[in-house]
């Protein structure tokens, strides 16, 4: 089977994969039929029987997700005109705010009922935590972006999610851009050996390395790496790789590896050109938010 076109238009034009987003939302509908039918919507709602049902938040956040909640419901034998979404992947939303409006079968919305939830909580909580990461950065130039520490199977909506929030993502996987670690470094013998190889096998590929100390930002600098990663350095260091970087001014730093909203602000001011946090997919809190049926 396939999404219907116009679920698979408003997919494209958020800049996810149809055939992804398909086989995940797919997957999870499954997941809850693997052990049977639906009793419960089956012995409750009468055959034939619609209703009006509207998703509302519970508490502030931000938005993310409605493309794929749509999915979700085309799945389910649900069409994309018996949604009318109330707001737009990353709004602001206050707590009681309606999202999106359902008419539909009630057996079919019931059973679709929590893996939809399942989507825009999770995608709404990482757009949240995102969103105040872009608060805390706000006018010093600097950018949170997220990492591959993302949920097998989900990177490409956790991803969407870190956009909706006002983040940038970084890679999407190994083949689209290097980075190159310590333990390539390691196994290269050195990092000036390591960029060599690298841009040897993939010219033109996007690169980056990561850097513990400050000497080995001067070995990547004079390897000519044009963006480092400054991992788990403090403020002092910081703002020494800065200072290193200074005469290049091509190179862009990114800090990473401890990171805190807290101390985000200080970070950026140190004149570094992004933030990059795993939190933001691995551990974003779900945003809380629930389906109401209205009429019945």
């Not at 992947?89 to 057996?107: N, T, W």
């Not at 990461?133 to 706000?138: P, T, V």
């Amino acid at each position: 089977m396939t999404l219907n076109a116009l679920v698979a238009k408003q997919l494209l034009a958020a800049g996810l994969d149809p055939d992804d987003t398909e086989r995940v939302v797919r997957g999870a509908l499954d997941e809850d039929l693997r052990y049977g039918p639906d009793i419960t919507s089956a012995a409750t709602a009468a055959p034939g029987a619609r209703a009006v049902a509207g998703v509302v938040a519970r508490e502030p956040g931000v938005l993310a997700g409605l493309p794929v909640a749509l999915a979700v419901l085309d799945a389910a034998g649900i069409p994309p005109e018996a949604a009318e979404p109330r707001h737009r992947d990353g709004d602001r939303i206050a707590a009681a705010a309606e999202v999106l409006r359902i008419s539909a079968p009630l057996r079919e919305l019931l059973g679709a009922e929590r893996t939809l939830l399942n989507v825009l909580t999770h995608l709404s909580g990482i757009a949240t935590a995102t969103r105040a990461w872009a608060d805390a950065l706000s006018g010093t130039g600097c950018a949170v972006r997220d990492t591959r520490k993302t949920l097998p199977g989900l990177r490409q909506l956790q991803k969407y999610a870190v956009r909706c929030g006002g983040g940038q993502n970084h890679r999407m996987g190994l083949g689209d851009a290097a980075l190159i670690k310590d333990n390539h470094v390691a196994a290269a013998g050195g990092i000036a050996n390591a960029i060599e190889a690298v841009r040897a096998a993939a010219p033109g590929l996007p690169l980056e390395v990561e850097c513990d100390t400050l000497a080995q930002v001067s070995e990547a600098l004079a390897a000519g790496a044009e963006l480092i990663l400054l991992d788990n350095m403090g403020l002092a260091e910081l703002r020494a790789a800065v200072g290193l970087a200074a005469p290049h001014p091509r190179v862009r730093l990114e800090a990473s590896g401890g990171l805190r909203l807290g101390t985000a602000g200080a970070v950026a001011e140190t004149g570094v050109h992004y933030v990059s946090a795993g939190a933001l997919t691995h551990s974003a809190p779900a945003l809380d938010l629930g389906l109401d049926v209205l009429t019945g």
